[in-house]
């Protein structure tokens, strides 16, 4: 009687997947747009001459106010200046006051943040109220307010709107500290009599800031657009410097027969405005389905 002998079965592998380089959600056509343009933007701001080889500050008369043109991508203004390199040298003082008023705004929210909701009681009760008073007045009236007060300037601009925003970030940063100091592992760590400047840095700040840092991301565009409109107003850098703002108010004068000189740099902070926006919710919805 012969017996059968089974082979053995090898277990199947499957393909070897591709490793991508993008989350999924940043391989959309307009999140990848939404990335090349900031990246375009943060090379006007790092290394604007890679760019333009014209000076911001200085023109020809004989070639005042020429229409966009491959010579003049944006147009000249009235002193015979290209609009391009304006707009690309301006890049620097728009971002770098973001940049400072983006880490006001987190590093106060994140100090307000963690001592209300880590001592509580008269502590929390305080800082909240006074974080509710801030928000009850329009962001706009308020950086106004305080950017009269300090006096013009980009560097003034941002510390205005840097203040203006910590309420925000100091609610969301006390919310998840009271969600983190609920845990186990904190619990237990108070009651092995964990000092609270050890357990603070070590324990709760790590587990909380993440959706901080999420808010930052979120309101890059916002204080872009409110830095554009201080500048806008007058209370940025003085002429000659091409901020983005003072260069659309300079062009306004001038809507009749230059309509460049405002519609081009404004054009130029309603798309990274629309870029930051987009790829902030792109980046916010792939940390909710993580």
């Not at 959600?25 to 999140?31: E, V």
């Not at 090349?36 to 070639?63: C, H, K, M, N, Q």
């Not at 020429?66 to 200046?81: A, E, V």
Request: glycine residues 8%.
């Amino acid at each position: 009687m012969t017996t059968l002998t089974q082979r053995p079965v090898e277990p199947v592998q499957e393909p070897a997947r591709r490793r991508r380089v993008f989350p999924a959600p940043l391989r959309s056509p307009g999140a990848m747009l939404s990335v090349l343009v900031l990246v375009l933007v943060l090379g006007w701001a790092l290394v604007p001459e890679w760019f333009t080889s014209r000076s911001p500050l200085t023109g020809v008369p004989a070639d005042r106010f020429q229409s966009p043109s491959t010579q003049h991508p944006f147009g000249t203004d009235q002193l015979g200046r290209d609009i391009y390199a304006r707009v690309v040298h301006g890049a620097a003082l728009s971002l770098s006051a973001t940049a400072l008023a983006i880490l006001i705004a987190l590093g106060g929210g994140v100090i307000l943040g963690l001592v209300a909701g880590f001592f509580g009681r008269w502590t929390d009760a305080v800082i909240m109220r006074a974080a509710e008073v801030t928000m009850s007045v329009p962001p706009l009236l308020f950086s106004l307010t305080l950017v009269t007060a300090l006096g013009v300037g980009t560097g003034r601009i941002a510390v205005a709107i840097g203040a203006t925003s910590v309420a925000a970030f100091t609610r969301v940063m006390r919310a998840e500290v009271l969600r983190v100091r609920a845990a186990p592992y904190v619990e237990a760590a108070i009651l092995c009599g964990t000092r609270w400047w050890r357990l603070l840095p070590r324990y709760i700040l790590p587990s909380a800031i993440g959706p901080v840092l999420a808010l930052a991301a979120l309101d890059f565009g916002l204080v872009v657009l409110a830095v554009s409109s201080l500048g806008f107003l007058g209370y940025g850098e003085p002429p000659p410097a091409p901020e983005w703002g003072s260069l659309v108010a300079d062009g306004r004068n001038y809507l009749a027969t230059a309509w460049w000189l405002t519609t081009l740099p404004s054009l130029t902070v309603t798309v990274v405005v629309l870029a930051a926006n987009r790829l902030s919710r792109v980046l916010e919805a792939e940390g909710g389905h993580r």
